[in-house]
């Protein structure tokens, strides 16, 4: 008698499953895949998971805040970095990503190779092992070729990169059309960026090896993964599934990996703020060594530069401590777990078919080791795709360095001078009703008005922060005009030197002209280099004369005395109709102080100088006199006039000095007094 089983319709419905499986696997497997490369990539190395919920003690700065870039700031800086299809940078980047898939499959085609070659090893045939090594070495030269390659466009990507991103900040960095965007960066700016050396040299840099190392970093393992995945569902049926297999196992392993990472943006990014710090303390002492050394501040400044260094040296510590156990779990799950798991799906097969009684397979071996390299590729590309993650993280915290710094930039660029309160005019300087103020907008003049005309030289007094430096920031247009009118010459009429003078990197020539180029000197006709050495006569630099072409250290060659009158040279040359001179001649002799006020104005030039000394008064028109308390007076000067009130003024003083010392001389003289008087009596 039959007897209906009634498992019959659920295995005719496994049955007909299976059979869909099998016509489909490929496309099942591939999409597996897939899936799985995306669920590794975006959740392995989760720097905001854990770290997130605790906060590092250790980091000497805010480290709390994660480093980020909004769309606007990554389409700038990706922009910056590859202008246009046609650029460079483009070129190299499609050349590179040609070379990866180039290498992938080759790497595919010689763990075949090797497989083969050990199969026909055990199998003991000589011929056919010879010819494979014989295509196995061939193979050898496109490899080594596009290995080299790779690296080649990777160096010249960049370098292209590299020189993209300065170009693109220096040309908001330091304009063409002469806006002092830099001092607005440092002075000015909300976010106060002193750093800027270290982000256009140190973080450029680091960006564009980055971003030329992240093609490889993505493309590659993801390129690998998929193709030795495919070529082991090619395997056999178990092969694939093994791999997906271990591709889940990879999968939950790296989400084992995320209680041990640390967050890579943040420690990136502050370990270059605090680079920084150490750099411009360093940068400190080379700027200011003279006066530190007279002041014999070297303890203080070492004491600076030792928190610096410790600092920067205790996060080093900090962060070598979470990377190293972050580095401990990876690779004891990368090699170790994922490689025994590689291990048993490539043996499973062998020990099956002999418990199955199947009959022994001569390619067992060569299988095995083709397996086996497929799986450790496929293991080796999860690994880079789990370090492409922390790298990529890397990249951000380098990225939003820079990219503060464009936006910073482009901001100042977008805002502009200020200037709708300004007008110029080469023939006169007029304050009308301005507001003098400094940019954290604490007043210094509320109405500020007065105006004097080419051959009205004018002095400017007044004690320290009375708003004299303020004065000539506005002149200079580098603050802006925000209540009342301002009209300047424009700024080839107007020149300034300040008490400590500049001295640039070049000739003694470079040092007269600028901040004109040597090609601009030559362009014009009307001064030569006999004019140059006539200058350097007149202010007593005669001994300089033959090294007018010279490149010297100018800072140490020549004293303060010295540098300020080559700094006067620079006025000669440029012959503006205004100059201030803002204690330029306080380290020069008197004789020959007057004797560059004189030559200066003889040459046409209206001077607004800070002088405190009373020989130069006489040199002046006007005067403008800051009381330190939000007042001001301006007049004409009667220098002959005020220099006898000045030495009145002297004498009374010292008179007044005096006072103490003639009542305790005459306290004295009444005591010797009285005493003799006793002496008589008796």
């Known amino acids: 008698m039959l007897t209906s089983n009634p498992l019959e319709p659920s295995n005719a419905i496994a049955l007909r499953l299976f059979n869909v499986y099998k016509s489909n696997r490929s496309l099942f497997l591939n999409t597996s895949y897939l899936i799985l490369i995306t669920a590794a990539f975006s959740r392995a190395t989760n720097s905001d998971a854990g770290s997130s919920k605790r906060k590092d003690k250790d980091v000497v700065k805010d480290t709390s805040k994660h480093p980020k870039l909004s769309r606007e700031s990554f389409f700038r800086l990706m922009k910056t970095a590859m202008p246009g299809i046609t650029d460079s940078t483009a070129v190299y980047l499609i050349a590179h990503l040609g070379l990866l898939v180039a290498r992938a499959l080759l790497t595919i085609k010689v763990a075949s190779l090797d497989g083969k070659l050990v199969g026909a090893l055990v199998s003991k045939r000589l011929k056919t092992f010879a010819k494979l090594l014989l295509y196995w070495m061939l193979i050898g030269i496109p490899a080594a070729t596009v290995n080299s390659l790779l690296s080649w466009t990777r160096e010249k990507m960049s370098s292209s990169i590299r020189s993209n991103l300065n170009n693109g900040i220096m040309d908001d960095y330091l304009p063409d059309n002469m806006d002092p965007n830099y001092y607005s960066l440092i002075q000015l700016s909300d976010k106060k960026i002193k750093d800027p050396n270290q982000r256009i040299t140190t973080d450029i840099s680091r960006l564009s090896d980055a971003l030329s190392n992240l093609p490889g970093q993505l493309l590659k393992p993801t390129l690998d993964l998929l193709l030795c995945a495919q070529e082991l569902s090619k ?66 400044e070492l004491d600076h530069i030792d928190y610096n260094y410790y600092g920067l040296e205790k996060f080093l510590k900090m962060e070598y401590w979470k990377r190293a156990v972050h580095e401990i779990a990876q690779t004891f799950i990368v090699k170790y777990l994922w490689g025994a798991a590689g291990l048993v799906l490539c043996s499973a097969p062998i020990f099956i078919s002999k418990y199955l009684g199947e009959p022994p397979n001569p390619n067992h071996a060569g299988d095995f080791i083709t397996n086996r390299r497929l799986l450790m590729s496929a293991s080796d590309s999860l690994d880079r795709l789990i370090y492409s993650r922390r790298f990529l993280l890397s990249v951000v915290g380098h990225a939003t360095r820079v990219s503060d710094f464009q936006d910073e930039l482009h901001a100042i660029k977008k805002a502009g001078r200020n200037t709708q309160n300004v007008t110029y005019s080469n023939d006169e300087i007029t304050f009308s009703h301005v507001r003098l103020l400094t940019p954290a907008d604490v007043t210094l003049i509320e109405d500020l008005d007065f105006s004097i005309k080419q051959g009205d030289h004018l002095l400017i007094a007044g004690p320290n922060g009375s708003g004299k430096s303020s004065l000539f920031r506005m002149l200079g247009g580098l603050w802006p005009v925000k209540k009342g009118s301002l009209k300047i010459p424009n700024s080839e009429n107007m020149f300034y030197l300040p008490q400590r003078a500049y001295l640039c990197e070049g000739t003694l020539k470079e040092q ?34 033959d090294d007018l072409n010279s490149t010297k250290e100018w800072n140490e060659e020549l004293s303060t005395g010295a540098q300020q009158r080559l700094a006067m040279a620079r006025l000669y040359y440029h012959k503006p109709k ?43 028109k006007y005067i403008l006199k800051f009381d330190g308390k939000g007042k001001y007076i301006f007049s004409k000067l009667d220098a002959e006039k005020r220099l006898k009130f000045e030495k009145e003024r002297l004498l009374l003083e010292k008179s007044l000095r005096d006072v103490p010392l003639l009542k305790e001389r005459l306290s004295e003289l009444k005591r010797v007094s009285n005493a003799q008087h006793k002496k008589y009596l008796k």
């Open 512 to 545: 007269i002209i600028y901040p004109h180029s040597l090609a601009q000197f030559k362009a014009n006709k009307s001064t030569t280099d006999e004019d140059l050495k006539d200058i350097l006569r007149l202010l007593k630099l005669e001994e300089f004369v």
């Open 235 to 300: 395997s056999g049926v178990g092969n694939g599934e093994g791999t997906l297999l271990l591709g889940l196992l990879a999968h939950f392993s790296t989400m084992i990996l995320r209680v041990f990472s640390p967050p890579f943006a943040k420690l990136a990014s502050e370990r270059a703020n605090l680079e920084g710090q150490l750099r411009f303390a360093h940068s400190k002492i080379v700027n200011n060594s003279e006066e530190i050394a007279f002041l014999r501040g070297h303890i203080r």
């Open 578 to 620: 205004f100059a201030v001179l803002d204690e330029c001649t306080s380290a020069v002799a008197p004789d020959m102080e007057q004797f560059m006020y004189k030559h200066a104005q003889s040459l046409g030039i209206t001077v607004l100088s800070v002088a405190h000394r009373s020989a130069l008064w006489h040199f002046h």
